[in-house]
């Protein structure tokens, strides 16, 4: 199914860089002077969306800009670290031959062998895997794309430590600090082209929103259900913890990167 995504995320880039409309003039006259920028293709993702941006990064060559609001990292690092997420996948662990309680504590999910042979069947697709060969040492000939992440602090479905780990491993640099990865240098704004690739410097950078929560790149507020930090093992809140997102500033943050 994954795949399938891929596939539909590079027809519709394929379409927009190089797609003859004439069929869409000739159906509809108003659309005579329909065109798409080819120097201005642009992928903005979020949440799932960052799985498939994050390849699209690696792989993509007619990209010309990327967000990926708040990302997990890996898909493996999205299962074993998202608080909500990892509640869902509990349920199927015996169907993956993994048996008994997983705390993480005396068990962790991410050194269980099987969940390990799962990954490296999914390594040729993953985000995580691909970002080092994204931008410092590209994987396809020509430039690469200026690369935007947005992560959420309290992001209690993916990995708030996933997402730090992709900016890392991407070369961004950071807005805002960052708790659970060393080595990521802080970025003086404004940003502009401060990652050097071999056919040019791009502009990566990666913006921690502290008191926000997941998706707020489209809701307004979040409600919290796990105590900080939200971390395996996860603890749940009595009651929802609720805050205010900055969808605005993000959809200013995202004009003004575009």
Known sequence: TYTQVLADAYSVVRFAAE??????????ASLAGLAFDRDA????????????GGVLVAAEPELDAVILNVPGGSFMESIAGGARFRELVTAVLPLW???????????????????????WTIQ????????PQALREPM???????????????DDFLPIWGGQSLARAF?????????????VGGAALPVSANLATPAGAVTAVAHLYEDTGHVFIGYNT????????????????????????????????????L
């Open 19 to 28: 797609g003859d409309l004439s069929a869409i003039a000739a159906a509809d």
């Open 41 to 52: 293709i642009f992928y903005i993702g979020n949440s799932f969306g960052t799985s498939e």
């Open 97 to 119: 031959g993994i048996r008994g309680e997983v705390d993480d504590v005396s068990r962790r999910l991410l050194l269980e062998p099987m969940l390990d042979m799962a990954e």
């Open 124 to 131: 040729g697709i993953d985000a995580r895997v691909l970002a």
């Open 140 to 154: 396809i000939d020509g430039p690469s794309p200026d690369l935007l992440l947005q992560l959420a602090e309290l």
């Open 171 to 183: 070369g961004a640099e950071r807005i805002g600090p960052f708790d659970f990865v060393s080595g």
């Open 222 to 257: 979040a409600d919290i259900l796990f105590m900080e930090p939200i971390v395996p093992p996860f603890v749940p809140l009595a009651m929802p913890r609720i805050v205010t997102n900055p969808t605005a500033e993000a959809h200013l943050e995202i004009r003004q990167f």
